[in-house]
């Protein structure tokens, strides 16, 4: 029997039904497959038609599915009405979704070519948790007091019975406290539920179930410096956005300042002025990791009002987070990208710290970019974002120049330190002289030992993890590969196996040949394992760290570790990109980067953007305090001009040259780009069907270039076999309308293909 509507709601919600009763019984849900538009359904008589933004189950072939109700009052269908199926259940009284955030789900699932149940699934409440966390609360009543009075006094009591220690204990415990206390901490006291229920039978305490909210304990913060003095730059900058602010019309500003120049103080300040004027503040990071530090400086100054939203939360703790920001009890948002759909009402500021990050783009469907979708957000708010970057992607500048976004600069560091002098060494001068096994040249060695005599820190990165990237055997010639993907397995030494970065396969680490059982075998590359290793072997007396996703996979990992660098108690901290940016500690005056070039072999049109980026923002985590920094840079490349530009600081430099190979190559900014993705189990199935896909894409298109079928630079992944087609045009919706009509005209494909929509990678 399917369930009847709910009796049991307030007057207003009983008019509001009977409204809806009058009202056409069609209603379309967003479900979350890969459909792109909703599906039509009827209530059945005499339930109330749910209310846009609300859930309902409703049937999907022999499935039943949740999905989102993003119309309801539909007045024709365009299907025979007696094919229509009944939704199953209401899942929601209410709506769970607002408007705000159903406009921007649903652009975002147009703009980006996937079902809008996909975004809307991303944009609602978190699962796993079904509703608050409900805690019985005890208080000690007039009787109570009086009677404890009464035996402490010693004087002759006017109520009869005596009381056992653990009830004079709660008796105790609870009169020191004005507003009561929580069963567990009393239970934590030695005050059992037992006692606490013979109390309330004898009218000496008095119980109620409240509401505990669950805050993320690992992300509170500390004292802010509110008195900070700012310099001349950071007045003028915060004066100009204030007043922009001020306006309350949609704006988008890129603050290109250097590392350390205190665009975070500027983030706070604007966001207490927004609070001041009755607006709310959402402010993205680009990774879970740099969460904690943002927190530390928001927190002080909102207190409760502020809320985190990450996937890192426990799932109590992002249900509480996000109803509670629902609930309108929150000002401030702090999060990574999925931050962008908080159901935060009346935003009037949106920071996007970072925004050149890779990680602000969503890997899996729905494939959005969060600082494109803030951007969206703010367009559809009428509110200002901030773009902020020491080093600010290609897209982002190329705006700032067209003047499409307004340019603001921050050059100098509010220390007055100069940025850190960087020193290239040639790792070919260093392998003629010392061999091809070197891994620390012999300026970096020397730089780390001097660091730690002074009481200083280092900071050293290398951007891949484990201990060796593959194992060669000198027998056979072969190298240890993932069956499933076209990788080599990466060597981890701590956990003595070999593993694939990307399906997670491994195997136990042999001394033999995995093929021919051979016993000549070498381990090539490096990653931060060997690091580790050979720093703590050149410089035994550091006390040496390491920071990858093997170290901190635990919750709160990161936290604690960059705590303890910050208490000094870690010398030497090795890591890959994760400790580059957005950490500011005062007493790191080296950086060392071995291997900067390593992300120059990838086949990706981002390679040299990408390792400027890194570049810059790891050296600029190096004198921050009062001591000048220092980067050293290890590499066979140079006279690349992205690890030149780097060890200037030069982004202009870097602009120029990076932007004049994009227009010759046609990649963007200069043109929009999708980048399309066909699976197949053979790579001659794939191949055929990225052939019928690129005639598709041909037969539709006007001005745009279709490059492919290919295949992927990444051929294979999680078994499957990888085909790539790339489409170009210089009118991004004209070209999203091409893809789409492609898309419409294969149905058969719509599985196996993959639609990235502004690509960030385009392995």
């Avoid at 009796?7 to 890969?34: G, N």
């Amino acid at each position: 029997m399917k369930p009847g509507p709910r009796v049991h709601r307030s007057p207003q919600r009983a008019a509001e039904v009977a409204i809806l009763f009058c009202m056409s019984r069609f209603i379309q849900v967003a479900v979350p497959l890969p459909l792109r538009h909703p599906l039509s359904y009827r209530v059945p008589d005499g339930w109330p038609v749910p209310r846009v933004g609300s859930r309902v189950l409703v049937p999907v072939g022999p499935r039943a599915v949740t999905g989102c109700v993003v119309e309801n009052n539909v007045r024709s269908v365009p299907v025979d009405e007696d094919a229509i199926k009944d939704i199953l259940k209401q899942v929601d009284d209410e709506a769970l979704v607002s408007p705000t955030v159903m406009k921007l789900a649903l652009w975002a699932a147009d703009y980006y070519l996937c079902g809008p149940g996909q975004t809307l699934e991303a944009a609602g409440p978190p699962g796993g948790q079904s509703g608050f966390r409900m805690v019985r609360h005890f208080e000690i009543t007039s009787v109570g007091r009086a009677f404890l009075a009464e035996r402490t006094l010693g004087g002759a009591s006017k109520r009869t019975g005596t009381i056992g220690p653990r009830q004079r204990l709660a008796l105790e415990t609870l009169v020191d406290t004005k507003v009561g206390l929580g069963q567990p901490l009393l239970v934590k006291r030695g005050v059992p539920a037992a006692t606490l229920n013979r109390l309330i039978a004898r009218g000496f305490v008095r119980g109620e179930h409240r509401r505990v909210m669950r805050h993320p304990s690992e992300e509170g913060g500390t004292e802010h410096q509110s008195s900070r003095i700012l310099t001349s730059e950071q007045s003028v900058v915060l004066a100009g956005l204030s007043a922009t602010l001020s306006n309350k019309g949609f704006h988008v500003a890129l603050l290109h300042g250097v590392t350390g120049s205190g665009k975070t103080e500027i983030y706070l300040r604007l966001a207490v002025e927004a609070q001041r004027l009755g607006l709310r503040v959402l402010v993205l990071v680009p990774e879970i990791g740099l969460t904690p530090a943002m927190v530390r400086v928001f927190r002080p100054v909102f207190g409760t009002r502020l809320a985190i939203q990450h996937s890192g939360l426990s799932a109590g703790e992002r249900h509480d987070q996000w109803h509670q920001t629902r609930a309108g009890e929150v000002d401030v948002v702090v999060g990574t990208r999925s931050a962008i759909f908080a159901p935060l009402e009346n935003v009037g500021l949106i920071v996007v710290d970072e925004e050149h990050d890779a990680s602000y783009k969503q890997e899996e469907i729905p494939r959005y970019h969060g600082r494109d979708v803030a951007i969206m957000r703010a367009k559809q708010a009428g509110a200002l974002v901030v773009l902020g970057s020491a080093t600010p992607s290609l897209e982002s500048y190329s705006q700032a120049t067209r003047g499409r976004y307004e340019l603001i600069t921050l050059s100098k560091r509010i220390t007055g330190q100069p940025l850190p002098t960087v020193k290239i060494v040639d790792m070919r001068e260093e392998y003629r002289e010392r061999g091809h096994e070197i891994v620390l040249s012999r300026l970096l060695v020397t730089g780390i030992e001097r660091r730690i005599c002074k009481g200083e820190q280092v900071i050293v990165l290398l951007n891949r993890r484990g201990f060796a990237s593959a194992v060669f055997c000198r027998e056979c010639a072969s190298t240890a590969n993932c069956p499933n993907c076209s990788v080599s397995l990466t060597v981890h030494q701590v956990k003595r196996r070999m593993q694939c970065h990307y399906c997670g396969y491994w195997r136990s680490l042999s001394a033999h040949c995995v093929l021919c059982q051979g016993e000549y075998v070498e381990l090539t590359g490096i990653g931060t394992e060997r690091i580790e290793r050979e720093v703590r072997r050149s410089c035994p007396e550091a006390r040496v760290a390491r920071m990858d996703r093997d170290t901190v996979a635990r919750r709160g990992a990161v936290s604690a570790l960059l705590a303890r660098f910050g208490r000094l108690e870690i010398d030497v901290l090795v890591g890959t990109q994760m400790i580059a940016k957005g950490h500011d500690f005062p007493q790191v005056t080296l950086v060392g980067v071995v291997s900067a070039d390593i992300g120059l072999g990838i086949a990706d049109f981002r390679a040299s953007e990408r390792t400027f980026q890194l570049l810059t923002q790891v050296a600029g985590r190096s004198g921050r305090g009062k001591e000048p920094g220092e980067a050293i840079v290890q590499t066979l490349y140079p006279d690349h001009y992205s690890i030149y530009h780097a060890s200037h600081q030069d982004y202009q430099g870097f602009y120029r040259d990076e932007i004049a190979f994009r227009k010759a190559m046609r990649y963007p900014p200069s043109l929009a780009l999708v980048n399309l993705i066909i699976r197949g189990r053979t790579l001659g199935a794939a191949m055929r069907d990225g052939a019928l896909l690129a005639e598709q894409l041909r037969r539709h298109a006007q001005d745009e270039w279709v490059l492919g079928p290919a295949p992927a630079a990444l051929g294979r992944l999680k078994g499957e076999h990888r085909v790539q087609v790339l489409a170009k045009g210089t009118h991004r919706g004209r070209l999203r309308e091409m893809v789409d009509s492609a898309l419409g005209a294969l149905p058969r494909l719509g599985r196996l293909i993959t639609v990235d929509i502004d690509p960030v990678s385009v392995r």
